[in-house]
C-alpha cells in the first residue's frame, strides 16, 4: 500500500501554530473517519496524539488538534512549545489493506 | 500500566532469520489485536504484520510476505515474529503495538528492537 503524503518539515517559532498536512485518496483519508497522528522523539517509540480524525487521547494537550477535508487530513498543533520538536507521522485505516497506512513523516522544528 | 516490551533483534547475516518476541503486561493482551510495526533507519513506519485477539486472522505487508510469520500466545501475553530470508531492507527498529481492532488507533507500543541485517 502506497504512503499518505506529508510535508518533509514544517517550522515554526514559540508560540505560534503550525498545521501539518497528510494527503490520502478515498480509499484511506477520504473514506473513513479513522485517521491518526502519532509523535515521535529522536531514539523514541512514537506516541498516540489524536485519533479518530479529531479526537485525544487522555493526557494528550488540548494544543493538539485534529481535522480532516476530503483527501486531507491535518494537525495543528497552537502555542508551539520546544517539547513539540519531534517527527510527526499520520496514520489512516485503508480499504485496500488490513494494516494501517502510514504517512512519509513530518520534521517539526521550533526555532 | 500498559507495558510492551520487545526483544530478539540483533545483527543477522543476509539470509539468515530472526526470532522476535514482544512481552505484554498491564492489560488484556488476548483482547487485542496486535501488530509489528517496523522503521528503517531514518525513515518512516511501516506496518508489516497484524494478527487479531485469537489469532484467526494474520495478515502481512507484501514486502514481508512468505518469509515472515506473525504468532501470540495469550498464556503467556507474548508476540512473535519468525523472520527468514533476511535482507539489508529489512534492517529496522521493529516494534510491537496494540489496538482493539482494524479501525483503532495504535494505542500503546513497545520501544522497538533492533534488527541489522549485514554480511
Known amino acids: 500500500q502506497s504512503a499518505l503524503t506529508q510535508p518533509a518539515s514544517v517550522s515554526g517559532s514559540p508560540g505560534q501554530s503550525i498545521t501539518i498536512s497528510c494527503t490520502g485518496t478515498s480509499s484511506d483519508v477520504g473514506g473513513y473517519d479513522y485517521v491518526s497522528w502519532y509523535q515521535q522523539h529522536p531514539g523514541k517509540a512514537p506516541k498516540l496524539m489524536i485519533y479518530?480524525?479529531?479526537d485525544r487521547p487522555s493526557g494528550v494537550s488540548n494544543r493538539f488538534s485534529g481535522s480532516k477535508s476530503g483527501n486531507t487530513a491535518s494537525l495543528t498543533i497552537s502555542g508551539l512549545q520546544a517539547e513539540d520538536e519531534a517527527d510527526y507521522f499520520c496514520?489512516?485505516?485503508?480499504?485496500?489493506?488490513?494494516?494501517?497506512?502510514f504517512g512519509t513523516g513530518t520534521k517539526v522544528t521550533v526555532l | 500500566e500498559v507495558q510492551l516490551v520487545e526483544s530478539g533483534g540483533g545483527l543477522v547475516k543476509p539470509g539468515g532469520s530472526l526470532r522476535l518476541s514482544c512481552a505484554a503486561s498491564g492489560f488484556t493482551f488476548s483482547s487485542y489485536n496486535m501488530n509489528w510495526v517496523r522503521q528503517a533507519p531514518g525513515k518512516g513506519l511501516e506496518c508489516v504484520s497484524s494478527?487479531?485477539?485469537?489469532?484467526?486472522?494474520?495478515h502481512y505487508a507484501d514486502s514481508v510476505k512468505g518469509r515472515f510469520t506473525i504468532s501470540r500466545d495469550n498464556a503467556k501475553n507474548s508476540l512473535y515474529l519468525q523472520m527468514n530470508s533476511l535482507g539489508d531492507e529489512d534492517t529496522a527498529i521493529y516494534y510491537c503495538?496494540?489496538?482493539?481492532?482494524?479501525?483503532?488507533?495504535?494505542?500503546?507500543w513497545g520501544q522497538g528492537t533492533l534488527v541489522t541485517v549485514s554480511s
Open positions: 494478527i487479531t485477539s485469537s489469532s484467526t486472522f494474520k
Open positions: 479518530d480524525v479529531s
Open positions: 496514520s489512516s485505516y485503508t480499504s485496500s489493506s488490513i494494516l494501517y497506512v
Open positions: 503495538a496494540r489496538n482493539s481492532d482494524y479501525t483503532k488507533p495504535l494505542d500503546y
